[in-house]
């Protein structure tokens, strides 16, 4: 009699469920961006988030947590109810923090459900032009002559043009000082003015810069050559194995979300990321679309924890 009972209340529940996610969205939905305004995150969620609303039928509002590295905004949403009305678009330090802060208050791959990736954005190694090397042999060859002596820039500690070049250092055993700046930007306008010698930036970034001959590109970052730069080599060509480093985003639910309002989502995010004005508001940000099941984005995830783990160890980050 408790079995028929539990049975009984079960499928109740399903049914109440069920009856929920096709009603889904009853409300505007709360869209989180766990940065400020106007970085690549926020630039890209405000892409996306009308054209979303367009499929929707209700409103998207943006809504940027920023703070603690993007920490903030992501346990917002790992603590919001789990109907589908708050969803979190975050990128590669929702990965990298689950290792750099040590204490957080939601775990990342426990308390959030992938929908979709979003994006990818490719990254690329450039050197001051007085830096006497054309290609990334060159560049490892001398930073092993000459140990400590070349200077790397980043945006901060933790950020991802620091950890790209710290998972370069590793794979190719090569010893140079890292110099963080308070941005990219900044950063940048340092190297074009020979303060120090190399970033990895992402496209959008040092495209500019490139294409007016004021920095040397060496190698792009991603498994495949770039459609901006298909002259510029992959890392991995340039001689380090493997190596592969991607700015993704990606979009992220809280855990317990049914699976029919994922699935809802996952289905209007690849209509979204189809769509032509899309790809050409990416274009310009260096991005490139990359829509996939919610299963594929949860296991991309995990690998890029664990990959990040890795380099956070070993070069001793610590959240600024």
Same mark, same amino acid.
């Given at each position: 009699?408790?079995?028929?009972? *539990? ?5 109740? %529940? #399903?049914? =109440? $469920?069920?009856?929920?996610? /096709? ?81 957080? *208050? ?5 308390? %959030? #459900?992938? =929908? $979709?990736?979003?994006?990818? /954005? ?89 294409? #007016? ?108």
């Amino acid at each position: 009699m408790r079995f028929l009972a *539990s049975l009984v209340a079960g499928i109740l %529940l #399903a049914c =109440v $469920s069920g009856a929920s996610a /096709q009603q889904y969205p009853t409300r505007p939905i709360r869209f989180i961006v766990p940065f400020p305004p106007g970085g690549g995150n926020d630039i890209v969620g405000r892409i996306i988030a009308q054209k979303l609303a367009d499929g929707l039928g209700q409103p998207v509002v943006v809504d940027n947590r920023g703070g603690a590295g993007g920490t903030i905004g992501t346990d917002l949403t790992a603590k919001a109810p789990p109907d589908g009305h708050t969803v979190l678009i975050n990128n590669i330090s929702l990965a990298v923090n689950a290792t750099l802060f040590p204490k957080l *208050s939601y775990d990342t791959l426990k308390d %959030l #459900a992938p =929908v $979709s990736m979003v994006g990818r /954005q490719p990254n690329i190694l450039v050197v001051h032009p007085s830096v006497p090397v054309k290609s990334v042999r060159e560049l490892l060859a001398l930073a092993k002559a000459k140990p400590r002596q070349i200077n790397y820039g980043s945006g901060g500690v933790g950020t991802a043009s620091h950890l790209a070049t710290e998972l370069l250092k590793l794979m190719a055993n090569v010893d140079m000082v890292h110099v963080p700046y308070k941005g990219l930007g900044p950063a940048l306008t340092d190297l074009m003015g020979g303060q120090i010698q190399l970033i990895i930036s992402t496209m959008a970034s040092a495209l500019p810069q490139v294409r #007016a001959g004021k920095l040397r590109p060496l190698a792009v970052t991603t498994a495949k050559r770039s459609s901006f730069f298909p002259e510029v080599p992959t890392m991995d060509e340039a001689g380090v194995r493997g190596y592969e480093f991607n700015t993704w985003y990606g979009l992220l639910v809280p855990a317990g979300t049914p699976r029919t309002i994922i699935e809802r989502l996952n289905q209007e995010m690849a209509k979204v990321l189809a769509s032509a004005v899309i790809k050409e508001q990416f274009t310009p940000q260096g991005l490139e679309t990359a829509p996939s099941s919610p299963e594929e984005f949860g296991a991309y995830l995990k690998s890029e924890v664990e990959k990040w783990g890795k380099v956070v160890k070993a070069s001793g980050a610590k959240p600024e």
